[in-house]
């Protein structure tokens, strides 16, 4: 998979107002941020066989509007990974793109741990990450969310030679 391809994917995707019916927060275009940004990470994960966790409950919510737009979402799929990414919901909010929900894709600290690989994968020079802490900036009441010390940590350890 080329992940140019799935840049470029998710840069023409257009989102309608239906995306957003059941994720009130503001401001909208943060949560869009963020929802284009984990559809990039998805498209790392599915390139390279991983599990990943979502990190912000917004952006979520976000996600199920869009694959509730069933031919727009079936149509970028198509566009921007060559087959369908299927959602498959643990209980807690998570999903786990690009692979069978099963044993052996480790914790949901795990998953949200290759999230941030994902992204180091993805990001645009001096690109900054909105997903780690979205929830906590449009009030999100339970946010969900990766410590700022812990993205620093496996950032870190991603720099190492």
Known sequence: MDLGEVDRAVAALELPEAVFKTCPWQPRELVETGLRQWLRCCGAAMRD????????????????????????????????????????????????????????????????????????????????????????????DHPWGIDAGRVAAIEDELARP
């Not at 998570?94 to 480790?106: D, L, Q, W």
Request: charged letters at 20%.
């Open 49 to 140: 066989g991983q599990v990943i966790g979502m990190p912000s409950h917004a952006v979520d919510e976000a996600w199920h509007g869009l694959i509730l737009c069933t031919e727009r979402y079936a149509a970028f799929c198509t566009a921007a990974y060559g087959r369908f990414l299927h959602h498959f919901p643990d209980g807690d909010g998570f999903v786990r793109p690009g692979a069978r929900p099963g044993p052996g894709h480790g914790s949901m600290a795990e998953q949200l741990g290759r999230t941030v690989v994902a992204w180091s994968l993805v990001a645009a020079p001096d690109e900054r990450a909105v997903l780690w802490d979205l929830d906590h900036e449009v009030g999100v």
